[in-house]
């Protein structure tokens, strides 16, 4: 069992599957993370995600019943492990050059773009647009995300996405350049239509997350 990243729905049922379920029937199977995403997640300091990994993976841990793996590590024959951190600091991908086939978790999506939220003292989106680059590089024939039905073409898919984040960038330098002092101002600008509490959260961090990334490529300063 693989965990592509630790976002709460794609752990939340882990000591489920684990305790009841996968061992009894699989008694020497383990559960594979990224050490990546591991180690940056077990040295968070948010109190919601350190609940989450407290619930979903420190137990699987302290059971001895999780190994970590690092990118290149084969996951059987077929299958390899991509590091393709963005949508979280260490997220993976599950890729067979020989079926050439990706199994994406959340890094591409069939019909919308991934959420990339600013993490302190990293550059998300810079990350993600590297991914994408080298996972256009691959050869692949079918994706099969996380989140909706399979589908083909990654490299148009990522070239659109390229394109799409390119175009916030501007529209977030013309809203500074309007008036907009702070990530929620932009955000206001960005959006036209009302946004609940939690989409208005992600809009944010994505906000600052391109914020970071022009501000380390010097098109903006602080």
Not at 83 to 100: E, N, R
Not at 188 to 194: A, F, V
Request: proline share 6%.
């Amino acid at each position: 069992m693989l965990c592509t990243h630790l976002h709460v729905d794609h752990v939340g049922w882990n000591t489920m599957l684990v305790d009841r379920r996968w061992v009894p029937t699989f008694p020497s199977a383990r559960y594979l993370m990224g050490r990546i995403e591991f180690d940056h997640r077990k040295n968070d300091r948010d109190p919601v995600r350190v609940a989450i990994f407290d619930d979903s993976i420190r137990p699987i841990a302290c059971a001895g019943l999780m190994d970590l793996v690092d990118p290149g590590h084969d996951v059987c024959d077929e299958l390899s492990l991509i590091s393709t951190p963005g949508h979280s600091p260490g997220h993976i991908c599950l890729y067979s050059p020989d079926l050439k086939v990706l199994f994406s978790g959340d890094h591409i999506l069939n019909e919308i773009t991934p959420n990339i939220s600013w993490h302190p003292g990293s550059d998300a989106l810079g990350d993600y647009l590297e991914s994408l680059e080298r996972v256009g590089r691959l050869e692949i024939e079918h994706i099969y995300p996380a989140h909706g039905a399979p589908f083909s073409g990654h490299r148009e898919w990522i070239r659109e996405t390229a394109a799409h984040h390119a175009r916030r960038c501007d529209e977030i330098i013309a809203a500074v350049a309007g008036g907009a002092n702070t990530a929620h101002e932009i955000v206001g600008r960005l959006w036209t239509r009302p946004l609940d509490p939690i989409h208005h959260h992600f809009a944010v961090f994505e906000v600052l997350a391109h914020l970071e990334y022009m501000q380390r490529q010097g098109r903006i300063r602080d």
